[in-house]
């Protein structure tokens, strides 16, 4: 089956602690995304990728990081910078950028801060 | 900045009922939109993309219209279910700014009751 993976669906972190979320895709898509979803809020872009080797910042990429370095994966880094992580992330991926491709989630990972 | 509301922020209907969901951008100028359907703690699922040289989009039960000249989306859904009930998100991509990316509403909760 093709689709989009995350692991763990659950991450608990320390204070202090930088933790890192999978996300992997079978799709064969260039094109992939982080988003975070807090309560009562539209999902907002941390980082996208359009190839291997490339990424962009979304609206709120401080205190994030991540690494594109084959094309069916982009972890995503939270680092102790990131002031308030807890939130529910999710991963996407669409067939290349742009406004033309439908985007497509993974099931999300649900990190708790400590 | 291009912001995206949707109205009613929830709704609770009984079974069999036609409803429909509201999803407007205060900047008009929308060159692609998406519906998603979000379960409980889960990811996004895509239910209709409506592209630059459309006006709507139909899934079965699920027909979804765009109008560019007042930038406002309505997702109609027919014989309403309670396997419906979730979160309805609506996602566009505006020409010129946010770089090409999706700008998400806070989304419709909808629940059907049997």
């Known amino acids: 089956d093709g689709g989009i993976t995350q692991s763990p669906k659950y991450l608990f972190r320390k204070e202090g602690q930088n933790v890192t979320l999978s996300c992997e895709q079978n799709?064969?898509?260039?094109?992939m995304y982080w988003y975070r979803q807090d309560p009562g809020q539209g999902l907002r872009l941390i980082y996208y990728?359009?190839?291997?080797?490339?990424?962009q910042k979304g609206d709120i990429a401080e205190g994030y990081s991540v690494s594109r370095e084959k094309k069916e994966s982009f972890p995503l880094t939270v680092t102790s910078a990131q002031k308030n992580p807890t939130a529910f992330y999710l991963c996407?991926?669409?067939?290349?950028?742009?406004?033309?491709?439908?985007?497509?989630f993974g099931p999300g990972t649900r990190l708790t801060v400590l | 900045k291009q912001e995206v509301t949707q109205i009613p922020a929830a709704l609770s209907v009984p079974e069999g009922e036609n409803l429909v969901l509201n999803c407007s951008f205060t900047?008009?100028?929308?060159?692609?939109l998406q519906w998603f359907r979000q379960d409980p703690g889960k990811g996004l699922t895509s239910l209709l993309l409506?592209?630059?040289?459309?006006r709507e989009q139909t899934s079965g039960r699920l027909n979804a219209s765009l109008d560019k000249s007042s930038g406002r989306s309505t997702l109609y859904i027919a014989a309403s279910q309670p396997g419906d009930s979730a979160t309805y998100l609506c996602?566009?991509?505006?020409?010129?700014?946010?770089?090409?990316?999706?700008?998400f509403g806070k989304g419709t909760k909808l629940s059907v009751k049997p």
């Open positions: 996407a991926s669409s067939i290349a950028k742009g406004p033309y491709n439908e985007q497509f």
């Open positions: 799709l064969n898509h260039d094109a």
């Open positions: 990728s359009q190839i291997v080797n490339d990424f």
């Open positions: 900047d008009s100028a929308i060159y692609n």
């Open positions: 409506i592209q630059s040289s459309q």
């Open positions: 996602a566009g991509v505006n020409y010129g700014g946010s770089q090409g990316n999706l700008i």
